[in-house]
């Protein structure tokens, strides 16, 4: 989940108030559009961001006056350094930034309408890919699930800031006593095909924004026709990301990570990659 908002939950949770600066409205070439938002708590620490630089230092201020005079206002900032009273940013557009001084009552309030909801990676497979797909994964704010039929490859020594691992007896019941949804991203990564495919047969049944599995194309096109055989519907065999992974020429772990990360953010941001 993200990270400002797990903090603003946590003050609000011990009666603190919080300062937020949120993109009331953007124009033009503007780092972030409206929606997003960065806040400050009561000690002055900052979570969040608005789209960093000179915009983002700006913001700080502004949220550090907010906290002193309790007010709610809104400021526009031009992003461009030609322009009189342009904060020298290269953009080219405009920001209004709404801060304010939020009460925790008031907080709650707030992170109920913007928060967000969480994100669920579920990583069926903990060998060197899986590893490296969950630091990744965790870096750009999802909750992170290991799983695998090894214990040496799944347990906190290995994945020690994993939201949870798990150990399966094995792949042929892989999503028992896991309830999925509509936010929950399912990654395929075990050490072969058989669990591969095991995994992929059950996670065509249950609810899911993602599905990806990793594998040549000979393999996948194997996994495919097999899928087929048991009358699974073109449809949803088209939405399966296999090989999973934008192309970006991924060969390490690490890289291979780094493209299924931009797949997934991509598919969360609601672009089809």
């Known amino acids: 989940m993200n990270k400002a908002v797990l903090e603003a939950r946590a003050c609000i949770g011990r009666g ?6 949120e993109v009331a409205e953007s124009a033009g070439s503007s780092p ?8 400050m708590t009561a000690d002055r620490r900052f979570f969040g961001t608005i789209g960093g630089g000179k915009l983002e230092a700006e913001a700080e201020k502004l949220c550090r006056a907010a906290f002193e005079s309790k007010d709610d206002k809104t400021v526009t900032l031009k992003l461009t350094a030609a322009e009189q009273g342009g904060i020298d940013m290269r953009c080219g557009g405009d920001v209004s930034l709404r801060v304010a001084y939020l009460t925790p009552e008031e907080g709650r309030t707030f992170l109920s ?5 969480e994100t ?3 990583i069926f497979g903990g060998g060197h890919v899986g590893l490296a797909l969950e630091q990744a994964l965790r870096q750009v704010d999802f909750r992170t699930v290991v799983l695998d039929d090894r214990e040496e490859f799944a347990n906190r020594k290995r994945f020690p800031e994993a939201d949870e691992v798990r150990v399966l007896a ?8 896991i309830a999925t949804d509509e936010n929950s991203y399912i990654i395929i990564v075990t050490r072969g095909h058989a669990g591969d495919y095991d995994v992929l047969r059950q996670a065509m ?7 990806g599995m990793i594998g040549s194309r000979k393999k996948v096109a194997l996994a495919m026709e097999n899928l087929r055989g048991e009358v ?3 449809e949803a065999i088209a939405a399966v990301h296999a090989p999973i992974g934008l192309k970006i020429g991924a060969e390490t772990p690490e890289e291979i990570a780094v493209s299924v990360a931009a797949e997934v953010i991509a598919v969360r941001a609601g672009v089809r990659p």
């Open 170 to 177: 094995d792949y042929k019941n892989a999503f028992d006593g």
């Open 113 to 117: 309408q913007r928060g967000g909801k």
């Open 16 to 21: 603190e108030a919080i300062v937020i600066a």
């Open 205 to 211: 049944d249950v609810p899911k924004a993602y599905l």
């Open 32 to 39: 972030r559009k409206r929606g997003a938002w960065m806040l």
């Open 232 to 234: 699974v519907s073109e």
């Open 120 to 122: 669920t990676a579920y």
